[in-house]
């Protein structure tokens, strides 16, 4: 069964670095998505992108968040200066519009660590 | 503004029981509820959903009711096993451009053996 994949599964970065987190979404979903998960928290939604770009975003999602489908397969997400308070669990999901709704499915995760 | 609000936020039950847990929603034009498993460091996995324009579904051991007046829908999970420990999320579909979903904040359940 078709999976989205993320990687890398942990990374730990310095406050005020840049990272990149990347995500292979289901090969024929077109509705990509950011969510994130602070620890012991719900998971909140960030961004959702189509068609090469943003549909919806988040408060959340400031001028700092970036995200770009480079090629045909990857779904990135950049945050240009990182804060400690990014620290968080981030999880792409795609879907695929099925009679109406989008049916979304996860991937596994990428722990991000600010130190 | 959009919430969705979910009981209990942990349950322990004796394996073979049932469990259930409940959700609320705040937007009454959502007309797509899921349920995510979440297992300890893996992202959340679509366990079942349902749509407005039903009022139950089940799938083996689980089922999934909705009252769309009342706004109120709900997971049943019957013969608990302790594989189905993990933390529960119910999830209601806002409808903006693509959907993007409102989480609840999580039930986690622990199944005794």
């Known amino acids: 069964e078709p999976e989205v994949t993320q990687t890398p599964s942990h990374q730990v970065t310095q406050m005020g670095q840049e990272v990149i987190l990347r995500c292979v979404p289901i090969s024929n979903h077109l509705y990509f998505y950011w969510y994130r998960q602070i620890l012991g928290q719900k998971v909140e939604f960030l961004v959702s992108?189509?068609?090469?770009?943003?549909?919806?975003k988040s408060e959340i999602f400031d001028d700092q968040f970036s995200v770009e489908r480079p090629d045909g397969s990857n779904f990135t997400l950049k945050i240009r200066s990182t804060k400690l308070e990014d620290s968080a669990m981030y999880f792409c999901?795609?879907?695929?519009?099925?009679?109406?709704?989008?049916?979304?499915?996860f991937g596994p995760g990428t722990r991000l660590t600010v130190t | 503004g959009e919430n969705v609000e979910q009981h209990p936020s942990t349950l322990s039950v004796q394996e073979g029981d049932s469990a259930v847990i409940k959700c609320t929603y705040s937007d009454s034009a959502s007309n797509y509820f899921p349920w995510y498993k979440q297992e300890l460091g893996k992202g959340p996995q679509l366990i079942i959903d349902i749509r407005s324009n039903v009022g139950e579904k089940k799938d083996q051991r689980i089922a999934v009711t909705l009252n769309k007046t009342a706004k109120h829908f709900s997971l049943h999970i019957t013969e608990t096993q302790p594989e189905d420990s993990a933390v529960y999320f119910c999830a209601a579909e806002m409808k903006t451009s693509y959907d993007k979903v409102i989480f609840g904040p999580g039930t986690s359940l622990s199944v005794i053996p």
């Open positions: 992108f189509y068609n090469n770009e943003i549909s919806e």
């Open positions: 999901a795609s879907s695929v519009n099925r009679g109406g709704v989008y049916v979304q499915y």
